[in-house]
Each structure stands twice: as structure tokens, then as C-alpha cells.
């Protein structure tokens, strides 16, 4: 199975700063990569796809970028909305795997 | 507007089974394979598998594979998690998540139901 393991585990920032959480791959998945938000007793939400695709619906503060095994997410400028748990997942094969969460928190 | 609406909370012994329904609407229901993903206490998701509504065929991840099923019913555009032999690790969040691709698996996952709390509790 592949490994996703995300960095850093928690993160405390403030309204219009810019952040970026980072996403490894334990072995190249070339651009199946994938970003989700998700609330407190929510659902993940769906961001990014294909690494740097934006979901329909998603503001364009949300970036994504990588390909092969290094992969970040960034926020231009945290808007109070955004402080959630992100998960990076790989859909490169089967099974599907996900990282361990990012929680951004506010400062 | 697409609407994925799951069963309710369930609360089981340790050796039983549990079904998790999740209906849905707003789209061609075979037009979309359907993964679920659970997500145990303070912990990351995790996928265990995913069903083709069209053709019923499944792909199961190899920790559940023996212990799950997945399966869908063409006449309420419903899929089915059932998953047996229950210990108390298996208490999570279950989740239904429909694959974006368009009669293929895109392996992303853009619309999600609410979410089913399974307790395995003696």
C-alpha cells in the first residue's frame, strides 16, 4: 500500500495569512493526488484533484501543486471558513489511501 | 442537486453484523461508482472499498477483504456496507463517497454522505 504522510500535523495561523501543507508519497504517484477539507462532524469535502485541479465550487485562494512523491496544498489568504482538518489522498491505486490530516487552527 | 442520504447511527455487539444504507439522488445512479470510507475516533479516513452500481462489481480493500460487502439496489439507486464479524475497532464513521469520474474510477471522491456513527460496544 502506499503511504501518505502529511506535514505538519497541526498548524495555528491567522486570518489572511498564507499556508502551505505538504503531502508525501511513499513512492511515485505522479499527479493522483487529491486534497479534502473537512469540519468538525462534517464530511471531507473534495478541494483538489489531479494535484493542482480545482473542484468545482472551491475559491481560487486554495492551490494545489507537486507531482511524483511531493505534494502541497496552500491557502493564499485564510479566511475565518478555512480553519479545518485537510487530508491528502492518492488515487493512483488501489487501495486508496489517505494522510494522517492537517489541522489548522486559529492563532 | 446530488444528494447521498445515509442510514442512522447503529450501536452493535462485538461478532455481529452491521448494514449502513446510502440513498441516493440528483444523478444517473449508475453513472458513478460509489466508495465508502470510514473514519474511527480522532483518526484519519480510511477506504475499504468501492461498487460499481452499473454492473454491481466491487473492489475491496485487502483489510476488509472476508469481512465486507458492498452491494446496490437498482430500484431505490441505493448501495449497501455490510460488514460482519465486528470487534471494537470498528467503531468509526462510516461514509458513502461518489467517485467524480463519469462511469469510471477517477479514485476521487466529490460527493459524500452525512455520515454513519457504528458503535461496537459489549
Known amino acids: 500500500d502506499i503511504q501518505m504522510t502529511q506535514s505538519p500535523s497541526s498548524l495555528s495561523a491567522s486570518v489572511g495569512d498564507r499556508v502551505t501543507i505538504t503531502c508525501r508519497a511513499s513512492q511515485s504517484i505522479r499527479s493522483y493526488l487529491n486534497w479534502y477539507q473537512q469540519k468538525p462532524g462534517k464530511a471531507p469535502k473534495l478541494l483538489i484533484y489531479?494535484?493542482?485541479s480545482l473542484q468545482s465550487g472551491v475559491p481560487s485562494r486554495f492551490t494545489g501543486s507537486g507531482s511524483g512523491t511531493d505534494f502541497t496544498l496552500t491557502i493564499s489568504s485564510l479566511q475565518p471558513e478555512d480553519f479545518a482538518t485537510y487530508s491528502c489522498q492518492q488515487s493512483f491505486s488501489s487501495p486508496r489511501t489517505f494522510g494522517q490530516g492537517t489541522k489548522l487552527e486559529i492563532k | 442537486q446530488v444528494q447521498l442520504v445515509q442510514s442512522g447511527a447503529e450501536v452493535k455487539k462485538p461478532g455481529a453484523s452491521v448494514r449502513v444504507s446510502c440513498k441516493t439522488s440528483?444523478?444517473?445512479?449508475?453513472?458513478?461508482?460509489m466508495n465508502w470510507v470510514r473514519q474511527a475516533p480522532g483518526q484519519g479516513l480510511e477506504w475499504m472499498g468501492i461498487i460499481n452500481p452499473g454492473g454491481g462489481d466491487t473492489n475491496y480493500a485487502q483489510k476488509f477483504q472476508g469481512r465486507v460487502t458492498m452491494t446496490r439496489d437498482l430500484s431505490t439507486n441505493t448501495v449497501y456496507l455490510e460488514l460482519s464479524s465486528l470487534r471494537s475497532e470498528d467503531t468509526a464513521v462510516y461514509y458513502c463517497?461518489?467517485?467524480?469520474?463519469?462511469?469510471?474510477?477517477?479514485?476521487?471522491?466529490?460527493?459524500w454522505g452525512q455520515g454513519t456513527l457504528v458503535t461496537v460496544s459489549s
Open positions: 489531479a494535484a493542482s
Open positions: 463517497a461518489r467517485d467524480r469520474g463519469y462511469y469510471t474510477d477517477y479514485g476521487d471522491f466529490d460527493y
Open positions: 440528483g444523478y444517473t445512479f449508475t453513472s458513478h461508482y
